[in-house]
């Protein structure tokens, strides 16, 4: 072929376009159409619908919390197992409930209780607050221990840094960035069912002590009872999950201003709130087993704090499953003490009429942001005083327990008044099911007293 020939013949189309000024190339292109697609595709995964129900879930097993837990296996071994297939139930009734108030009426709990009961009732409020700081006193003490344990850095510098932590996160992060830090944290709680891969279960002996238990009336028993359902019927939670369906909400409308929505989004927090309550339920059921199948088989009957069985399990169990206890406890730590200062302030500043909302910036919610900060600090300062913050566990439990039965009752009434709620009322069987958590939740407040 001649030169002129050659000439002629326009030269081969590359097969993949390259990068040029012009513009993104077809393999770009291409890539960024994927990306989308895979985003829509997480998006649209039912795991992705998980929120407030998914963190309120997890915040119930807060070291507090996991005491109570570890206490229940290592004193009674197996014979506390059934509890928590009773309590799941009951817990994703009232916490749906609360769920969908907050939705339906694009208002917190609190709110809606200011609008229809006495102003006295809601400045009654306050006593949670109290019960709150206490309850985070315990927390972060569990968590500076659990720390010292781990790291050797004394338990006395942890604690701050993690109360500094948890609020400087809460008050200058935006609720919808600080969300997705809480909803990494949930995967915390794994490391409860990990632990039960390191030790020995007797699976058909946990299958027959949980469906057909032996029940025992004597008053170490009842006692344990009722401390369990108290752990995961906690009016602080009822709180937080109503708030966070109005922060999710963002400058969206209610269900009652834009009832085409009602079907979508009650579905979801639906399956929102009875898988979060679900994670949490069976975490509790993993806490109880573990700490029985060791600590109770190796002799010890007696837990104070959940640093004392994590640190318990080390000979028992090994390191690796000391390890997993113990990240356990600070990953749900850090979701636990949010929440319950969170919870306070939301009930407080609805009830006082102030600006409340983590999405606001600080100086715009001042009230809301106070109370958040009163109560962790004041927790805080409690760690360098005489008084022992587990043993100030007591007087929580004791305001919750008189707290709980009320609040659980307005709960119902607001779920089902249709002035309040519409259309949208709550259905019968989360009435059902909410009314026997008022019952277990009474007897519960009655023996806590009298203990």
Same mark, same amino acid.
């Given at each position: 072929?001649?030169?002129?020939?050659?000439?002629?013949?326009?030269?081969?189309?590359?097969?993949?376009?390259?990068?040029?000024?012009?513009?993104?190339?077809?393999?770009?292109?291409?890539?960024?159409?994927?990306?989308?697609?895979?985003?829509?595709?997480?998006?649209?995964?039912?795991?992705?619908?998980?929120?407030?129900?998914?963190?309120?879930?997890?915040?119930?097993?807060?070291?507090?919390?996991?005491?109570?837990?570890?206490?229940?296996?290592?004193?009674?071994?197996?014979?506390?197992?059934?509890?928590?297939?009773?309590?799941?139930?009951?817990?994703?009734?009232?916490?749906?409930?609360?769920?969908?108030?907050?939705?339906?009426?694009?208002?917190?709990?609190?709110?809606?209780?200011?609008?229809?009961?006495?102003?006295?009732?809601?400045?009654?409020?306050?006593?949670?607050?109290?019960?709150?700081?206490?309850?985070?006193?315990?927390?972060?003490?569990?968590?500076?221990?659990?720390?010292?344990?781990?790291?050797?850095?004394?338990?006395?510098?942890?604690?701050?840094?993690?109360?500094?932590?948890?609020?400087?996160?809460?008050?200058?992060?935006?609720?919808?960035?600080?969300?997705?830090?809480?909803?990494?944290?949930?995967?915390?709680?794994?490391?409860?069912?990990?632990?039960?891969?390191?030790?020995?279960?007797?699976?058909?002996?946990?299958?027959?002590?949980?469906?057909?238990?032996?029940?025992?009336?004597?008053?170490?028993?009842?006692?344990?009872?009722?401390?369990?359902?108290?752990?995961?019927?906690?009016?602080?939670?009822?709180?937080?999950?109503?708030?966070?369906?109005?922060?999710?909400?963002?400058?969206?409308?209610?269900?009652?201003?834009?009832p085409e929505t009602a079907r979508a989004e009650l579905g979801r927090?639906?399956?929102?709130?009875?898988?979060?309550?679900?994670?949490?339920?069976?975490?509790?059921?993993?806490?109880?087993?573990?700490?029985?199948?060791?600590?109770?088989?190796?002799?010890?009957?007696?837990?104070?704090?959940?640093?004392?069985? #994590?640190? +318990?399990?080390?000979?028992?169990? !090994?390191?690796?499953?000391? =390890?997993?206890? %113990?990240? /356990?406890?600070? &990953? $749900?730590?850090?979701?636990?003490?949010?929440?319950?200062?969170?919870?306070?302030?939301?009930?407080? #500043?609805? +009830?006082?009429?102030?600006?409340? !909302?983590?999405?606001?910036? =600080?100086?715009? %919610?001042? /009230?809301?942001? &106070? $109370?958040?900060?009163?109560?962790?600090?004041?927790?805080?300062?409690?760690?360098?005083?005489?008084?022992?913050?587990?043993?100030?566990?007591?007087?929580?439990?004791?305001?919750?327990?008189?707290? %709980?039965?009320?609040?659980?009752? $307005?709960?119902?009434?607001?779920?089902?008044?249709?002035?309040?709620?519409?259309?949208?009322?709550?259905?019968?069987?989360?009435?059902?099911?909410?009314?026997?958590?008022?019952?277990?939740?009474?007897?519960?407040?009655?023996?806590? $007293?009298?203990?």
């Open positions: 072929m001649n030169d002129d020939a050659q000439a002629a013949v326009p030269p081969a189309r590359p097969l993949v376009a390259s990068a040029t000024e012009e513009g993104p190339t077809a393999v770009d292109i291409d890539d960024r159409t994927g990306r989308r697609g895979l985003i829509v595709r997480l998006k649209q995964h039912p795991l992705a619908r998980l929120g407030p129900g998914l963190i309120t879930g997890v915040a119930d097993d807060d070291p507090s919390g996991i005491a109570t837990y570890s206490q229940a296996g290592a004193q009674f071994g197996l014979a506390m197992l059934w509890t928590m297939p009773l309590a799941y139930p009951l817990m994703s009734a009232v916490q749906a409930t609360c769920a969908r108030i907050g939705r339906v009426t694009g208002k917190g709990l609190a709110a809606n209780i200011a609008e229809i009961y006495s102003p006295v009732f809601v400045r009654g409020l306050v006593l949670l607050l109290v019960a709150n700081t206490l309850n985070i006193a315990a927390d972060i003490a569990a968590m500076g221990e659990t720390a010292e344990l781990v790291t050797t850095i004394d338990r006395h510098i942890a604690t701050p840094i993690f109360v500094f932590a948890t609020l400087l996160l809460q008050v200058f992060i935006p609720y919808h960035r600080y969300v997705v830090f809480l909803k990494w944290l949930t995967a915390s709680l794994l490391a409860y069912a990990a632990v039960l891969f390191t030790v020995h279960v007797p699976w058909g002996q946990v299958a027959r002590e949980t469906a057909l238990p032996r029940l025992s009336l004597d008053s170490a028993s009842a006692t344990m009872v009722l401390a369990l359902f108290g752990t995961t019927i906690s009016p602080y939670l009822f709180f937080w999950q109503a708030s966070e369906e109005v922060e999710d909400l963002g400058t969206g409308q209610s269900i009652l201003t834009a927090i639906n399956w929102d709130t009875w898988s979060g309550m679900l994670y949490s339920d069976v975490t509790s059921l993993c806490i109880i087993l573990a700490t029985a199948v060791t600590l109770h088989v190796g002799g010890i009957t007696s837990i104070d704090t959940a640093a004392e069985a #994590a640190s +318990a399990l080390r000979p028992l169990a !090994g390191s690796f499953a000391f =390890a997993l206890f %113990a990240c /356990g406890i600070l &990953g $749900v730590g850090l979701i636990g003490v949010p929440v319950l200062a969170g919870s306070a302030a939301y009930a407080l #500043a609805e +009830a006082m009429g102030w600006h409340v !909302g983590l999405e606001r910036r =600080a100086r715009d %919610a001042r /009230g809301f942001y &106070g $109370v958040i900060a009163v109560s962790v600090l004041a927790a805080l300062v409690l760690q360098y005083t005489p008084i022992n913050p587990m043993r100030a566990l007591f007087w929580s439990a004791v305001i919750n327990g008189v707290v %709980a039965v009320p609040m659980l009752v $307005v709960v119902i009434r607001l779920g089902s008044m249709p002035r309040v709620m519409g259309a949208f009322v709550t259905s019968r069987p989360i009435r059902v099911l909410s009314w026997l958590a008022v019952f277990v939740m009474a007897v519960a407040a009655v023996g806590t $007293v009298a203990a």
